[in-house]
């Protein structure tokens, strides 16, 4: 393991920063040491935001990883657990520095009145008439960011992550697909047109496109040091 960890670290160094050679060599580097035996675990329910802000770490850093002669899986393990038991310790410090409030108590100054303070939080998701100034806002914002390296990252999909990502109902409606509709095609084409060419649904595309999508061009952007 030493070795094969010495030839991938040597393979990202070895190319330009933002280049698609750099971010191929990442990602093979991130397959392996995200599987390292001794790597922190924790409990806690946001334990996943720690790990990943540390593999957005590592891709910053690891220029600064200076390997033992002894091992360099314990070394990179122990480096890497060096900042992911802080970003770990941060999240236990968040959790104390304000009392939780439940929303699913009564909050009503009488027996009648049962209403619960999620009762009373607007709706959060936008109606569809919305939908399309929620869609080109996101559109403006991602186009102007976007590099070369991360657009054909996109349309290559190397290791099908994108266009493996459907909603169950509309497989052809994949995050690739959505992507080069969205960012890439000029003009770029909206949700709406999109669901009435696959007669899907509007709200459906659009949920899966924020949530889903988007989050997955981001971890695409961050290995061309894109920062969100």
């Not at 009648?112 to 806002?137: C, H, K, W």
């Not at 102007?144 to 509309?170: A, M, T, V, W």
Request: proline letters at 7%; glycine letters at 4%; charged letters at 30%.
């Amino acid at each position: 393991m030493d070795q094969i960890l010495r030839n991938l670290i040597e393979a990202v160094s070895r190319y330009p920063d933002r280049s698609p050679e750099r971010q191929k060599a990442l990602n093979r580097l991130l397959s392996v040491i995200q599987n390292l035996p001794g790597i922190y675990k924790s409990s806690h329910v946001d334990y996943l935001e720690a790990l990943n802000r540390t593999w957005e770490w590592v891709i910053r850093n690891l220029y600064q990883f200076e390997p033992s002669s002894t091992s360099v899986e314990k070394s990179l393990v122990t480096w890497i657990n060096g900042y992911l038991r802080w970003r770990i310790r941060d999240l236990y410090i968040s959790d104390s520095k304000y009392p939780r409030i439940s929303t699913n108590q009564p909050i009503g100054n009488s027996d009648e009145d049962s209403r619960t303070l999620e009762d009373r939080l607007p709706d959060p998701r936008p109606s569809l008439s919305r939908l399309d100034d929620y869609i080109e806002a996101i559109q403006t914002a991602e186009r102007q960011r976007l590099s070369q390296g991360i657009l054909e990252e996109i349309k290559n999909d190397p290791d099908g992550k994108l266009i493996g990502c459907h909603p169950r109902k509309y497989p052809k409606c994949n995050c690739q697909l959505l992507a080069m509709r969205l960012l890439v095609q000029e003009p770029p084409q909206r949700i709406a047109d999109i669901a009435r060419e696959f007669n899907a649904n509007q709200q459906t595309l659009y949920s899966h496109w924020k949530k889903k999508c988007l989050p997955k061009l981001q971890d695409i952007g961050k290995t061309f040091g894109y920062q969100p």
